[in-house]
């Protein structure tokens, strides 16, 4: 079966410090690889993707993310946090082999304190 | 830019009852969705559809019908509501799988309630 997992529900940071959102998946093949994030009641937006090539992507809004492929993660990293980056992140796979389905983890809440 | 565009944003249901989530995309996507986001549990495809008359189901299917007869709209229907369905539910589009882009473009949610 397909999963992916964010195993912190929460992350608790300082502003101007670097923050890392956690995620691994259990996807067979090379998956296409996702970041989306969540504002409070809105949609989600998308971040960044991994699709081939170098290990690190860069998104928006300063934000990026490495994959690594012996782990299957793809972190979600930033160098300097900030408050307005508090909010639900979510991280999502797409197989290969089917890539009209998209799984999601459960998502992690970012907060970034002044 | 509309985007993606839901309706109704709120709904209360009694159980038995059906009804349908509207979702319109302006920006000629081939590909949309319907998904749930439940509490702990991130977000589920229900059903998606690659083009006008084609869907097919996603990870959580049962209780929910879809029909894609143009190309902008792709409702989502509830025959007889359960309170297992409350849920909130998002719409989303996506160009055409063959450029590879990938990247999903979302409503603004649905919040369903069922009594």
């Known amino acids: 079966a397909q999963s992916v997992a964010q195993p912190e529900d929460q992350v608790n940071v300082a502003e101007g410090n670097p923050l890392t959102v956690k995620c691994t998946y259990s996807v067979s093949g090379n998956p296409y690889l996702f970041w989306y994030v969540q504002y409070p009641n809105r949609g989600l937006q998308f971040l960044l993707k991994y699709i081939t090539g170098d290990n690190l992507v860069k998104g928006s809004y300063g934000f990026e993310a490495e994959f690594n492929k012996s782990q299957t993660s793809f972190h979600l990293k930033k160098p300097s946090a900030l408050v307005s980056d508090s909010a639900l992140y979510f991280c999502?796979?797409?197989?290969?082999?089917?890539?009209?389905?998209?799984?999601f983890g459960s998502g992690t809440k970012l907060n970034v304190k002044p | 830019n509309a985007g993606v565009t839901q309706t109704p944003k709120f709904q209360v249901l009694k159980t038995g009852q059906s009804m349908t989530l509207q979702c319109a995309q302006d920006?000629?996507?081939?590909?949309m969705s319907w998904y749930r986001q439940d509490p702990g549990m991130g977000l589920r495809l229900i059903h998606y559809?690659?083009?006008?008359?084609?869907?097919d189901q996603g990870e959580v299917p049962n209780g929910y019908n879809v029909s894609r007869s143009t190309t902008e709209d792709f409702p989502l229907r509830l025959l007889s509501a359960a309170p297992s369905q409350t849920s909130v539910y998002f719409c989303?589009?996506?160009?055409?799988?063959?450029?590879?882009?990938?990247?999903?473009?979302f409503g603004e949610g649905s919040r369903l309630t069922v009594l």
């Open positions: 920006m000629n996507h081939e590909y």
């Open positions: 999502a796979v797409s197989p290969r082999y089917n890539f009209n389905k998209f799984y």
């Open positions: 989303a589009s996506s160009y055409s799988r063959r450029t590879l882009t990938g990247e999903l473009f």
């Open positions: 559809s690659v083009g006008a008359g084609i869907t």
